[in-house]
């Protein structure tokens, strides 16, 4: 028994993981797809021309799959620094789980087929939105920006705010400036939104060496950058109604978000700095959260209505 035993091969013996489904779905990390699915959608929803119901489910499923991809593609790269960080220590790289080619196989190959299947079913404008999305995020934010520049979330940002445009030309097969206004409603949210995150786990990203604001900065600096950019997501969230887009209820909607998202910005610039529970960086965190989902949520809202209202 005991020449079987030692004799016996198993995956790792062949440097090749034993995950699970789970294991490469956590890979797509489905928490930042879910926005971007939405994000997407409303943009695809919002578009003045109607679209195949199937198409529609098309692109959106490209879509989720192309922001999968990207996050896998940012796990094969980071998985070094996700192994330091309390926050991304069980991540599937560094917990073992799935082998780092593995992980740059599933991303490559997720990567070419939403790209492609968009582009042969839906159409190549929004195919070629997806692909220098995916290369944005993975290679010109992941590669690049994260660990060389404490504007890596300023510039990086684009990547999320991308998903709306995307969603747009799957729709007309072209870009606006109603989508471009969709796109700087998410750029600008983006700072002040992982910033609070980098506030109250700046201990994790120094021990990775992630030059993130506050560890560069420090933590006065980005507490007031926090509530500069918080004055510019508020009137932007308006922005729709003021260019004729949308109704007044989104008008009124949005500017109440934004007044609140001042408002948290504002505890953030006050907080003191001895003050460790950083109680006031993560209300801003959870309701940058809530911000971008009920912005986006009253936008389609609006959309459909207007739309009903026409046929009606």
Known sequence: MAVVENNRLNAADFGMSEATAGDYFALLKPRVMALVVFTAFVGLAAAPVAINPLEAM????????????????????????DAVMARTVNRPIPAGRVQPSEALTFGLVLSALSVMTLGFLVNWMAAALLAFTIFFY??????????????????????????????????TGAVS????????????????????????????????????????AGHRSTRRQIFAYALLVAPVGVLPWVLGYTGAVYGVAAGALGAGFIWYAWQVLSMEDSDKTMRPAKSLFAYSLLYLFAIFAFYLADSLASRWMTVA
Request: net charge negative; proline share 7%.
């Open 58 to 81: 098309i692109a959106v499923i490209c879509i989720a799959v192309g922001a999968g991809a990207s996050g896998a593609l940012n796990m094969w790269y980071d998985a070094d620094i």
């Open 138 to 171: 993975a290679v010109v934010y992941t590669m690049w920006l994260k660990r060389s520049t404490p504007q890596n979330i300023v510039i990086g940002g684009a990547a999320g705010a991308f998903p709306p445009v995307v969603g747009w030309a799957a729709a």
């Open 177 to 216: 400036l109603e989508s471009i206004v969709l796109f700087m409603i998410i750029f600008l949210w983006t700072p002040p939104h992982f910033w609070a995150l980098a506030l109250f786990k700046s201990d994790d990203y120094g021990r990775a060496g992630i030059p993130m604001m506050p560890n560069v």
